[in-house]
């Protein structure tokens, strides 16, 4: 194809990234109009996409590629093939339907335009990860999907079950995530290739490699926790307390759907194995049967929808593992039919607690007179679920039953499952599509009516699309079916689609057999949630209660390594640091026999004479003995403030040293670090409350003194190791030959720390810079001192205690004293010059202990002002 057609393919995957970025101040601006305008970037991919039928039909695949990383081979390529294009399809078919029922759904809503943007960015990962070719760009946009869907799903942050659902599916899915990456740098290591389609063509796939399992369980774990099979499943109905155009989105055509996506798209170089077919069709089947019965166990609508997707993804991925023609076929359809109704479903299920007030399917009933539009949704795409002709689902079961017709035990026990999990997820579309509409009205928290607009536009939409894809047959296995499954596969299919029903094949009555089954379901659905509420009971615990243990045993683990490795002793950290240096020092030099080149040989003959001192000036004397005078200061010093001094002299020396030996910058950079480091420890030694000497035990001397000898000698070693071998210049070659045409400088010095090093350089400038700040928070927190209070007034002298009678005679005389005191008290106070008051206000603290200490005894007083009571009232004054 044409360089047009490659940028608009990657332009695909970027518009939507724009558009989110926009969506803000888009709503800001046409607030009621904001989801219609917006729908516009996934309606115009979505023509874009159509528009690629034919030339994907005449060459079978169209390959877009972007300059990404070209110094390791790198680029963001993107490949259109059958697979990719029907969920290209359909994620932005469906995506621009939501967008318009999101604007509808949460009109008014003061953080709208934000949820649009959050959903642009969702779609835009999604569609990048179903057009990747390259594994690394596949794997970026499926972490993607996990954070948006995170920011989806814990849209409603105020509630504490949004915040769990959100973290619940993050944690989950990226678990997958790293597996996945895993997988795919395994798979690039084993072929040589990160592109998809380049894997598709590889002779012989990787069936028959010695790392076949290892790749198969990375890949597998990464699928089945994106698309929630068993027992990874529980995220999925946690996720419901995002808003519901995110569950309708999430469940219908994106996120879940990425982990079938992998799948489908690694069969040619991973599938057709026992182990790929029995994993699949295993848990492909739990998975089926837990999800279908744990939807009949609801009574929430959109929970039961939830349960039924987890059901719908099991069925795809035991089809997918089944692996046969018909198999995939049946995939395929399934894919697409459950894409419209169950997106169709929730918008109508969205649609009734938006207008009645209620999803709970008890409290429901009647509402097709007060909602005959939303009822007629509801109905076509209940009847896709269920399965009935003339919707495309029909198709799909027929496909995924026609291969089982063997006498073999293993198809005859697929086929059972299959025909019991169908036959409850038509239980399930019966009952989410009548049950709420029909039978005898039921009082509603809301007065219920028909709903907008904007949310009826995509149910019916949707609805009508399965049916016109069944009349529309020829050309939905012409244009559908045979590209996807031919892209699955990798080698031709044909669509034997037809509408002449053959009443004596039995695959015609094994959907008999499933609908049957579905009516009994549907009839006895009471019975079936109380039988399995019961079971859940007696049960006593489930997977989401597991994954709450689990991760409160994570954070107690996690809190109990801070507390060892974190406790805010600096002596230990420093020790902790030093001796992995002596273990990284030692280990290599005397485990892995580096130090042996250090022997003599006959080259190097003595190295009595190879380290013998060169002949040095007397000045260049004169600083090697201010280094050994450093040194000797340092180890010798009195307290703290003489061992800075000595170290700002040992560091003085090594600049100098630089200096006399032709490094003049780093000579002034050392000798700057020397007079800011002697300053500031200088400054910071004062601010701290410290003794002035450091008083150790002997042990812990002995410790940090071996450690410092271990060290000193590795480093030594270490450096006499580097300078026996060969210099290699081949980087000092390269910073010469590009420091003045690439760099423009001369000093390359500058140059490295500038340019080569500049983010490295950053970094070193941010930690000095936060050191600096910490410094000074730290000079200028000095606490200012507390006022002392003035003394209290000695106690009273506690006289002897009285016989009873006495004692009773003397208790009464002073409070007759006191209380004719006390009404004249006023009069005294108002006397009393103002600099008496004001002295005594002063008194702060000795006010308070005047007022709090003990009263006399009772003995008449010998002025007014020294009694207890006066004492309090000039307090109170």
């Not at 597998?220 to 929630?228: G, H």
């Not at 009443?503 to 019975?527: G, I």
């Not at 250090?598 to 260049?620: I, R, V």
């Given at each position: 194809?044409?360089p047009?057609?490659d940028?608009?393919?990657?332009?695909?995957a970027?518009?939507?990234?724009v558009?989110a970025?926009?969506?803000p101040?888009?709503?800001?601006?046409?607030?009621?109009?904001?989801?219609?305008?917006?729908a516009?970037?996934?309606?115009?991919?979505?023509?874009?996409?159509?528009?690629?039928i034919?030339?994907?039909?005449?060459?079978?695949?169209i390959s877009?590629?972007?300059?990404?990383?070209?110094?390791?081979?790198l680029?963001?390529?993107?490949?259109?093939?059958?697979l990719?294009?029907?969920f290209?399809?359909?994620?932005s078919?469906?995506?621009?339907?939501?967008i318009?029922y999101?604007g509808?759904?949460l009109?008014?809503?003061?953080?709208?335009?934000r949820?649009?943007?959050f959903?642009?960015?969702?779609?835009?990962?999604?569609l990048?990860l179903?057009l990747?070719?390259?594994?690394?760009g596949?794997?970026?946009?499926w972490e993607l999907t996990a954070?948006t869907?995170?920011?989806?799903?814990?849209?409603d942050?105020?509630?504490?079950?949004?915040r769990?659902?959100?973290?619940?599916?993050?944690?989950?899915?990226?678990?997958?995530?790293?597996?996945?990456?895993?997988?795919?740098i395994?798979?690039q290591q084993l072929?040589?290739t990160?592109?998809?389609?380049e894997?598709r063509?590889l002779?012989g796939?990787?069936?028959?490699?010695?790392?076949?399992?290892?790749?198969?369980a990375?890949f597998?774990?990464?699928?089945f926790?994106?698309?929630?099979?068993?027992?990874?499943?529980?995220?999925?109905?946690?996720a419901?307390?995002?808003?519901?155009?995110?569950?309708?989105?999430?469940?219908?055509a994106?996120?879940?759907?990425?982990?079938?996506?992998l799948?489908?798209r690694?069969?040619?170089?991973?599938?057709?194995?026992t182990?790929w077919?029995t994993i699949?069709?295993c848990f492909g089947?739990?998975?089926?049967?837990?999800?279908?019965?744990?939807?009949?166990?609801?009574?929430?609508?959109?929970?039961?929808?939830a349960?039924?997707?987890?059901?719908?993804?099991?069925?795809?991925?035991?089809?997918?593992?089944?692996?046969t023609?018909?198999?995939?076929a049946?995939?395929?359809i399934y894919?697409?039919a459950h894409a419209?109704?169950k997106?169709g479903?929730?918008?109508?299920?969205?649609?009734?607690?938006?207008?009645?007030?209620?999803?709970?399917?008890?409290a429901?009933?009647?509402l097709?007179?007060k909602?005959?539009?939303?009822f007629?949704a509801?109905?076509?795409a209940?009847?896709?679920m269920?399965?009935l002709?003339?919707?495309i689902?029909?198709?799909?079961?027929e496909e995924?039953?026609l291969?089982l017709?063997?006498?073999?035990w293993?198809d005859?026990?697929?086929l059972?499952v299959?025909?019991?999990?169908?036959?409850l997820?038509?239980?399930?579309g019966?009952l989410?599509?009548?049950?709420?509409?029909l039978?005898?009205?039921?009082p509603t928290?809301?007065?219920?009516?028909e709903?907008?607009?904007?949310?009826?536009?995509?149910?019916?939409?949707?609805?009508?699309?399965?049916?016109?894809?069944?009349?529309?047959?020829?050309?939905?296995g012409h244009?559908?079916?045979e590209p996807?499954a031919?892209?699955i596969?990798h080698?031709?299919?044909?669509?034997?689609l037809?509408?002449?029903?053959?009443l004596t094949?039995?695959?015609?009555?094994?959907?008999?057999a499933?609908?049957?089954?579905?009516v009994?379901?549907?009839?006895?659905?009471?019975?079936?949630?109380?039988?399995l509420?019961?079971f859940d009971?007696a049960?006593?615990?489930?997977a989401?209660?597991?994954f709450?243990?689990?991760?409160?045993?994570?954070?107690?683990?996690a809190?109990?390594?801070t507390?060892?490795?974190h406790h805010?002793?600096l002596?230990?950290?420093?020790?902790?640091?030093?001796?992995?240096?002596a273990?990284a020092?030692?280990?290599?030099?005397?485990?892995?026999?580096?130090?042996?080149?250090?022997?003599?040989t006959?080259e190097?003959?003595?190295?009595?004479?190879?380290?013998?001192w060169?002949?040095?000036?007397?000045?260049?004397?004169?600083?090697?003995?201010l280094a050994?005078?450093?040194l000797g200061?340092?180890?010798?010093?009195?307290?703290?403030?003489?061992?800075?001094l000595?170290?700002?002299?040992?560091?003085?020396?090594?600049?100098?040293?630089?200096?006399l030996?032709?490094a003049p910058?780093?000579?002034?950079?050392?000798l700057m670090?020397?007079?800011?480091?002697?300053v500031?420890l200088?400054?910071v030694m004062?601010?701290?409350?410290?003794?002035?000497?450091?008083?150790?035990?002997?042990e812990?001397?002995?410790r940090?003194?071996t450690?410092a000898?271990?060290c000193?000698?590795?480093?030594s070693?270490?450096?006499?190791?580097?300078?026996?071998?060969t210099?290699?210049?081949?980087?000092?070659d390269?910073?010469?030959?590009?420091s003045?045409?690439?760099?423009?400088?001369?000093?390359?010095v500058?140059?490295?720390?500038?340019?080569?090093?500049?983010?490295?350089?950053l970094?070193?400038?941010?930690?000095?810079?936060?050191?600096?700040?910490?410094?000074?928070?730290l000079?200028?927190?000095?606490?200012?001192?507390v006022p002392?209070a003035?003394?209290?007034?000695?106690?009273?002298v506690?006289?002897?205690?009285?016989?009873?009678s006495?004692?009773?005679?003397?208790?009464?005389t002073p409070?007759?004293?006191?209380?004719a005191?006390?009404?004249?008290?006023?009069?005294?106070a108002?006397?009393k010059?103002?600099s008496?008051?004001?002295?005594?206000t002063?008194?702060?603290?000795?006010?308070?202990?005047?007022?709090?200490?003990?009263?006399a005894?009772?003995?008449?007083?010998?002025?007014p002002t020294?009694?207890?009571?006066?004492r309090?009232?000039?307090?109170e004054?």
């Amino acid at each position: 194809m044409g360089p047009n057609i490659d940028a608009s393919i990657a332009l695909v995957a970027i518009a939507p990234f724009v558009a989110a970025a926009l969506a803000p101040l888009l709503h800001r601006f046409t607030k009621p109009l904001s989801g219609w305008i917006l729908a516009l970037v996934p309606g115009a991919i979505f023509v874009f996409l159509l528009s690629l039928i034919e030339p994907v039909l005449a060459t079978g695949s169209i390959s877009a590629r972007i300059g990404w990383v070209p110094a390791y081979g790198l680029d963001l390529s993107f490949f259109v093939d059958g697979l990719s294009l029907t969920f290209a399809l359909t994620i932005s078919g469906i995506g621009a339907l939501i967008i318009i029922y999101s604007g509808a759904y949460l009109q008014g809503h003061q953080h709208l335009g934000r949820f649009l943007a959050f959903l642009m960015a969702f779609m835009g990962a999604m569609l990048g990860l179903v057009l990747a070719d390259n594994m690394l760009g596949l794997f970026v946009f499926w972490e993607l999907t996990a954070v948006t869907s995170f920011l989806l799903i814990g849209f409603d942050a105020v509630r504490a079950a949004a915040r769990r659902g959100a973290i619940q599916a993050l944690v989950i899915t990226n678990i997958g995530g790293m597996a996945l990456l895993a997988g795919v740098i395994l798979v690039q290591q084993l072929t040589g290739t990160w592109e998809l389609s380049e894997l598709r063509g590889l002779e012989g796939g990787l069936q028959g490699h010695s790392l076949y399992g290892l790749v198969l369980a990375f890949f597998l774990i990464a699928a089945f926790t994106k698309s929630a099979q068993f027992p990874l499943h529980f995220w999925l109905p946690n996720a419901m307390e995002a808003p519901t155009p995110v569950s309708a989105f999430l469940h219908s055509a994106t996120m879940v759907q990425a982990g079938v996506y992998l799948l489908a798209r690694t069969t040619p170089w991973l599938g057709h194995t026992t182990a790929w077919t029995t994993i699949l069709v295993c848990f492909g089947g739990v998975t089926l049967l837990w999800g279908a019965l744990g939807s009949l166990k609801q009574t929430d609508l959109k929970q039961m929808l939830a349960q039924s997707t987890i059901a719908s993804l099991g069925l795809l991925v035991l089809l997918i593992g089944l692996g046969t023609e018909t198999a995939i076929a049946g995939m395929v359809i399934y894919f697409v039919a459950h894409a419209l109704y169950k997106a169709g479903l929730f918008m109508v299920v969205g649609a009734i607690d938006h207008e009645a007030g209620t999803r709970d399917i008890t409290a429901l009933g009647g509402l097709s007179g007060k909602m005959p539009i939303t009822f007629v949704a509801a109905m076509l795409a209940g009847l896709s679920m269920f399965g009935l002709p003339p919707t495309i689902a029909f198709f799909a079961k027929e496909e995924m039953y026609l291969y089982l017709l063997s006498p073999q035990w293993q198809d005859l026990a697929v086929l059972a499952v299959l025909i019991s999990g169908n036959a409850l997820l038509a239980a399930v579309g019966a009952l989410v599509a009548i049950k709420p509409f029909l039978g005898p009205a039921m009082p509603t928290p809301k007065s219920a009516h028909e709903a907008p607009l904007g949310l009826l536009a995509g149910p019916v939409i949707l609805g009508v699309t399965g049916i016109a894809f069944a009349l529309l047959l020829d050309w939905f296995g012409h244009t559908v079916l045979e590209p996807a499954a031919t892209a699955i596969l990798h080698e031709p299919v044909k669509s034997h689609l037809t509408w002449n029903i053959d009443l004596t094949k039995p695959v015609v009555w094994l959907s008999v057999a499933t609908w049957v089954l579905a009516v009994l379901a549907y009839r006895n659905a009471a019975t079936i949630r109380t039988l399995l509420r019961r079971f859940d009971a007696a049960l006593g615990w489930t997977a989401d209660t597991v994954f709450d243990i689990v991760m409160f045993g994570l954070i107690r683990f996690a809190g109990a390594v801070t507390r060892l490795l974190h406790h805010g002793r600096l002596e230990l950290y420093l020790v902790t640091v030093f001796a992995m240096l002596a273990l990284a020092l030692m280990v290599p030099l005397f485990g892995l026999g580096a130090v042996n080149a250090l022997l003599p040989t006959a080259e190097l003959g003595s190295w009595g004479t190879k380290l013998s001192w060169p002949n040095l000036s007397p000045y260049e004397w004169g600083v090697v003995g201010l280094a050994l005078l450093g040194l000797g200061a340092i180890v010798a010093a009195p307290n703290r403030l003489y061992s800075i001094l000595a170290l700002g002299v040992q560091g003085t020396a090594v600049a100098l040293i630089f200096l006399l030996f032709g490094a003049p910058d780093l000579a002034f950079t050392q000798l700057m670090v020397e007079i800011l480091s002697v300053v500031i420890l200088a400054l910071v030694m004062t601010r701290l409350n410290l003794d002035e000497r450091d008083h150790r035990p002997f042990e812990d001397l002995a410790r940090d003194g071996t450690l410092a000898v271990v060290c000193g000698v590795g480093v030594s070693l270490l450096l006499m190791v580097v300078l026996s071998g060969t210099l290699d210049t081949r980087l000092s070659d390269f910073f010469i030959a590009t420091s003045v045409p690439i760099a423009h400088g001369a000093n390359i010095v500058n140059v490295i720390l500038v340019d080569y090093r500049g983010f490295d350089t950053l970094g070193e400038i941010s930690v000095l810079m936060a050191a600096g700040i910490s410094i000074m928070v730290l000079l200028r927190s000095r606490k200012k001192p507390v006022p002392v209070a003035a003394p209290l007034p000695p106690n009273p002298v506690v006289p002897k205690i009285k016989p009873k009678s006495t004692r009773a005679k003397a208790a009464a005389t002073p409070r007759a004293t006191t209380t004719a005191k006390a009404t004249t008290k006023p009069k005294a106070a108002a006397a009393k010059p103002a600099s008496t008051r004001t002295r005594a206000t002063k008194t702060g603290a000795a006010k308070t202990a005047a007022a709090t200490t003990p009263a006399a005894p009772a003995k008449a007083p010998a002025a007014p002002t020294k009694t207890p009571t006066t004492r309090r009232k000039r307090a109170e004054s």
